[in-house]
């Protein structure tokens, strides 16, 4: 790969062809860019048209794979020769190629919040583009994928010291994680994964620290206040080749187990584990009481949501898909090897989702586990890091929690379902228009001490006026609702407006 200053001329020379993002989007169009996302190029080739500046040429040069002539790859880029040693392009009789796609990346943050950078990411060129479906080779890098981006976008932003991107692949959370952490290390098993994460990031100008080996290995000595991985979780045969960015080693989902407990002990106080991840789903135990089994041990406040579940065909489906096999001859033979190997292990379906773990050295740690396939409101970082701080305001005692003011998030929408004609509605809902877009039903008393949460009123007072209307005794109104108002201030309903008396 590319040497640091290489890296650095060739990002200044994409900056300066306008192979950005914005630019690019701007000039194929939005059709063309979701048509790319697809892995088709024919809009984007119309969006193009015949046009030989720059950008265009590095366009169809290293994200439609086309040959493009050696004099306008050197107008675009400059001399190609330290490129061509490099294994970034490749020749093509008179012409060249890339071996390799670079791809403008940008990410936008909040005004005044960690998060914004434009720029590229490097991985192997696609396998699958306009209806080709090749397998990929077994140390394949993987580029953007809906499983980065989800990552990105569940991982908290907030300023740390320290930040370690687990399997960081191609690099890309590190990209993330450089706007908001003063120190990132990067590591991946892959030697080829390592490469291109250091071309990432010296594309990017970024000073990451990558290293090679094994899940926590390189950083054996070291703890963190985030760590962010969305690793090889995929739960496969160990027959026929495996895919090192997918499949690690285990059996099972042992991987993701480790990553989990591994995790959990190399965090500094009050940091931050978030995962990406599969895991088993067994007849003889619930998946809540299998995944507590990894994470009770540790010690740490758990946040667990399983977005989706799938059957062992579905499962298999899927992944025999993303290897390439669709239509080849071994297809039916590996399918019935994972059959084989899912019914030896007892793994009846899969569950996949976000796993948080938050160092918050409490007493007795807050654990969560839900079912969650809900729609979201993307990003949701801020959602989890609702969730801590959410945890620590709700763990205080009744009286505290009554001396308190609380505020009803302004993102929250008050909702009533009836009956046409009827005075009173059926319903009253409190839905939330960020994060996990949670909602809950309140009866006529939750639903006004929840109106009435402005800041103004401890929350004693609230319940007290609110039983006077209902001509209720305040005390069995307060005990009623207060671990109603704990789940609420844990889920993002409410924050504390000061200090507890």
């Not at 839900?370 to 890091?385: D, K, L, S």
């Not at 004609?421 to 996990?436: I, L, M, N, S, T």
Request: charged residues 25%; glycine residues 10%.
């Amino acid at each position: 790969m590319l040497d640091s200053t290489d890296a650095h001329a060739l990002a200044g020379r994409l900056a300066d062809a306008g192979y950005t993002l914005e630019a690019t989007t701007d000039r194929l169009g939005d059709a063309a860019v979701a048509a790319l996302a697809r892995n088709t190029t024919l809009a984007a080739r119309d969006a193009l048209g015949e046009a030989t500046d720059a950008q265009a040429d590095l366009t169809r040069l290293f994200l439609l794979h086309d040959a493009v002539p050696a004099s306008r790859v050197a107008a675009a880029l400059g001399d190609p020769a330290p490129l061509l040693d490099a294994g970034v392009l490749a020749r093509d009789g008179d012409d060249l190629r890339a071996a390799l796609e670079i791809r403008p990346y940008a990410a936008t943050a909040d005004p005044g919040e960690p998060g914004g950078f434009d720029g590229w990411v490097a991985h192997d060129l696609l396998p699958t583009l306009d209806g080709r479906i090749d397998a990929p080779r077994p140390d394949y890098v993987l580029g953007l994928s809906p499983a980065s981006s989800t990552l990105a976008q569940m991982t908290i932003r907030r300023p740390v010291g320290s930040a370690l991107d687990l399997g960081t692949g191609c690099g890309v959370q590190s990209l993330h994680l450089a706007t908001h952490a003063d120190r990132v290390v990067a590591t991946d098993l892959n030697p080829r994964a390592v490469d291109f994460a250091r071309l990432t990031v010296a594309l990017n100008g970024l000073d990451v620290d990558v290293r090679a080996g094994s899940l926590y290995e390189p950083v054996a000595d070291e703890r963190f206040d985030l760590i962010v991985t969305n690793p090889p979780y995929v739960m496969s045969p160990p027959t026929g080749e495996r895919l090192v960015y997918r499949e690690g080693g285990f059996a099972g989902d042992g991987l993701v187990e480790q990553v989990v407990r591994g995790g959990a002990a190399r965090l500094n106080p009050g940091g931050t584990l978030q995962v990406l991840g599969n895991w088993a789903i067994t007849d003889d135990q619930p998946w809540e009481e299998r995944l507590a089994g990894w994470i009770a041990p540790t010690g740490a406040d758990a946040l667990v949501l399983q977005r989706e579940r799938l059957d062992v065909y579905e499962y298999i489906e899927v992944w025999l898909h993303d290897a390439g096999l669709v239509g080849k001859p071994e297809y039916a033979g590996r399918y019935r090897e994972w059959l084989d190997y899912f019914a030896a292990h007892g793994i009846t379906g899969v569950g996949m989702g976000w796993i948080m773990l938050h160092a918050a050295g409490r007493e007795r740690p807050d654990l969560r586990f839900e079912e969650w396939p809900h729609a979201v409101v993307q990003p949701v970082g801020g959602a989890f890091a609702d969730h801590q701080r959410g945890v620590a305001e709700a763990d205080v005692t009744d009286d505290h929690l009554l001396s308190a003011t609380w505020t009803l998030n302004p993102g929250v929408d008050l909702e009533t379902l009836g009956r046409p004609g009827e005075a009173d509605p059926e319903h009253v809902v409190y839905r939330q228009r960020f994060g996990f877009a949670r909602a809950v039903e309140a009866d006529t008393a939750l639903g006004a001490v929840l109106g009435a949460s402005d800041g103004e009123l401890n929350a004693a007072t609230l319940i007290h006026a609110v039983a006077d209307i209902l001509d209720a005794d305040a005390d069995a109104l307060a005990a009623d609702l207060l671990p109603r108002l704990r789940d609420l201030i844990r889920q993002g309903y409410l924050a504390r407006s000061e200090p507890a008396a």
